[in-house]
């Protein structure tokens, strides 16, 4: 029983001394902080468009439907604050940039499935500035929760359609087209303190890029064209944590 009792103080013991020692690497003062993010991002369009390209004739775009992956960066720079007892606030800017997502599927000309004739293909880049908060609760691993509002710049660009039966010529192409919509991420993730200034973490995040199109076809009677009014990607995201 002395044993049993001495073993279960000196794990109490060991616990609170962790805890207090990663308590006081919190400075209940406002500091700056700054935090570089960067990992793996997957993403599935897997919808079907219909787009009016000239009176009475509609090509329908099938997307492929494939997961694809990406990779994203982030840097962001604000400040921080224990707002409660075991609560720490942090609260700024962020950007965020990422490698091109591809997009690609198959062509029904007239909108007829037999008449699939040809394969598309076209790049979106994304670029994102934001206001982004995160909470952080003050145990040994610092588990948060994030959220960020802001511009989402993308560029939809390079279409190429392939035909499938050499006897068939290519389609005029889409024009490259830059948009701003509105975009937002949420995460969940934990954080450990190595020492007063530098934290590590890893977390998951989930990202709308908002809207992107193509420019019209050069030429045509419409402005028609193909675009996308959500773009969804979920990231895993490493990140290291400088705090001043």
Known sequence: MRICFWGQLLGILLFSSVYASNVQT???KTQYVASFNLGPGWYNVGNTQS?????????????????QALITGELFFGIARQLHQHVWGQFG???????????SGVVWEAGEPHLN????????????ISLKGKLLTLVSWYPYISASLGAGFNAAKNYTSTPLLFEILPMSPFMD???????????VGIQKALSVHW??????EFSDWGRSKLGPIAGNT??????LNHLYVNQLMFNITFLA
């Open 26 to 28: 919190i400075n209940s």
């Open 51 to 67: 787009v009016l390209l000239q009176p009475g004739f509609t090509n329908i775009y099938v997307d492929n439907n494939h997961t």
């Open 93 to 103: 800017v962020a950007g965020a940039l990422t490698s091109p997502a591809h997009l």
């Open 117 to 128: 004739n040809f394969t598309y293909t076209y790049d979106v880049d994304h670029a994102q």
């Open 177 to 187: 087209n830059d948009s701003t919509s509105f975009a937002y991420t949420i995460g």
């Open 199 to 204: 934290q590590l973490g890893i977390g998951y």
């Open 222 to 227: 419409t402005t028609n064209t193909l675009q």
